[in-house]
């Protein structure tokens, strides 16, 4: 089973961007649906985008549409998250996600990595 270990979080200024890494020391990701999903402090988890295990079909949030974009190198075990044109409201700790299926619903997700902060300053 997929071990996520996310990175390239950190502190940028509205309009900023960065690129988000999820790494499987595994090298089973590449089975899997991957996604991404952040946590806001005081909110539930909210869905941000998944890729399909090929990488040929991908979706998003509402909220981020047209401005983030999920992909996934399956020979690298990773896959990434590139955030522009950030916003304060941006602001979570994002989550790296394997699963079976491409679902917007935390629960139907099967494994998780531990997070990065992402934060988004005015």
């Known amino acids: 089973q997929p071990q996520l270990v996310e990175s390239g979080g950190g502190l940028v200024q509205a309009g900023g961007s960065l690129n988000l890494s999820c790494a499987d020391s595994?090298?089973?990701?590449?089975?899997?649906?991957m996604g991404w999903f952040r946590q806001a402090p005081g909110k539930e988890r909210e869905f941000v985008a998944h890729?399909?295990?090929?990488?040929?079909?991908?979706d998003y949030g509402g909220s981020v549409k047209g401005r983030f974009t999920i992909s996934r190198d399956n020979a690298k075990n990773s896959g990434y998250l590139q955030m522009n044109n950030l916003k304060p409201e941006d602001t979570a700790v994002y989550y790296c996600?394997?699963?079976?299926?491409?679902?917007?619903?935390?629960?139907?997700?099967?494994?998780w990595g531990q997070g990065t902060q992402v934060t988004v300053s005015s």
């Open positions: 996600a394997a699963g079976a299926s491409k679902s917007p619903n935390v629960r139907d997700w099967l494994y």
């Open positions: 595994t090298r089973t990701l590449r089975s899997y649906v």
């Open positions: 890729i399909s295990s090929t990488g040929t079909t991908t």
